[in-house]
């Protein structure tokens, strides 16, 4: 039989998608007020080298950072971190359409995991329409595996090294 164990507190990180510096400058601002201060980030990297997926709607140019907060959360606090993003995203469109897209998600020990509105086969439905997927897991020998699904922006080395040493640095220590 199992037992019911409280897990550890998770560290929150976003990936953060914007039209400008300033516009992700803006949101780091509003995030920081809901989420608390900025642990550590990465410098702007342009986005067109991934996907041209978001220009339709968001334009082209545009700048990809990851964020991750200085407080840990209860990992069960993810849906209402996606539902707080998803509010800073409407407040910062511009006739419909976004400025920036923020998604949430939990570094823990053992993996990554990020927030999206989305369902698919791989993704496993929290609540209120929030779904979580595992974007890469950590092995024990401090390797990482990246899935099939996991996306070109977060399997680049620096995201991943970016991620990794974090990992290290606050949650292994």
Known sequence: MGIERRPEPAL????????????????????????????????PIPFEKFTSYYEKEMG????RSYWVFAEP???GALVEAKLATNRIEREMSIGNKRTVNLDPGLLTPESLVMATTKPYSHRV??????YGEVAFMFRKDGGIDLLPWT?????D??????F???RKEILLS
Not at 17 to 40: D, H
């Open 157 to 162: 080395s620096v995201v991943v090294d970016f």
């Open 125 to 130: 439905y929290i609540s209120k329409a929030i």
């Open 12 to 43: 929150l990180v976003m990936g953060v998608l914007g039209s400008s510096e300033e516009t992700l400058n803006e949101a780091g601002s509003r995030a920081e007020y809901v989420f608390g201060p900025l642990l550590r980030s990465t410098a």
């Open 151 to 155: 996306y070109p922006d977060y399997s």
């Open 73 to 75: 959360i209860a990992r």
């Open 60 to 63: 082209p140019d545009l700048l």
């Open 164 to 166: 990794s040493r974090i």
